[in-house]
C-alpha cells in the first residue's frame, strides 16, 4: 500500500486548492481513505475520509461545508477539493488507508499506511 499526497502549496485566504492522494500497488476501489492534517506544535487532526462500499464521507466540523473529499477508483486517485481557506488550514495535509480501515462517523480508523504530506500554506 502506497499512497502520495500532492497538490498543495501557498494560497490567499479565502483561496481554493485540490489535493490528490494517489494510490499505488493497490485496488483503490476496497479501501476508506482518510485526509488527515498537522500543523507545527499542535496534533494530527482527521479532516475527512470516504468509504469504500458505498462512498459516504466524515468531515471534521472545521473543514464541513468547505471542504470536499471524492474517488475516482479508474484514476485510483482521491482528492480533496479545499474552499474559503483560512490561515488555521495552515498544514502538512496526509492521506492514508489501510485493508481495515472503515470510515466511519467519527472519522476512518483501524490500522493504517501513511503517505508523504504535502503542505499547504494560507496566507496573505
Known amino acids: 500500500v502506497q499512497l502520495q499526497a500532492s497538490g498543495g502549496g501557498l494560497v490567499q485566504p479565502g483561496g481554493s486548492l485540490r489535493l490528490s492522494c494517489a494510490a499505488t500497488g493497490f485496488t483503490l476501489d476496497y479501501y476508506a481513505i482518510g485526509w488527515f492534517r498537522q500543523a507545527p506544535g499542535k496534533e494530527r487532526e482527521g479532516v475527512s475520509c470516504?468509504?469504500?462500499?458505498?462512498?459516504?464521507?466524515y468531515y471534521a466540523r472545521s473543514v464541513k461545508g468547505r471542504f470536499t473529499i471524492s474517488r475516482d477508483n479508474a484514476k485510483k486517485t482521491v482528492y480533496l477539493q479545499m474552499n474559503s481557506l483560512k490561515p488555521e488550514d495552515t498544514a502538512v495535509y496526509y492521506c492514508?488507508?489501510?485493508?481495515?480501515?472503515?470510515?466511519?462517523?467519527?472519522?476512518?480508523?483501524?490500522?493504517?499506511?501513511w503517505g508523504q504530506g504535502t503542505q499547504v500554506t494560507v496566507s496573505s
Open positions: 470516504i468509504s469504500s462500499s458505498d462512498g459516504s464521507t
Open positions: 492514508a488507508t489501510g485493508p481495515q480501515a472503515v470510515c466511519g462517523s467519527s472519522g476512518i480508523y483501524g490500522p493504517m499506511s
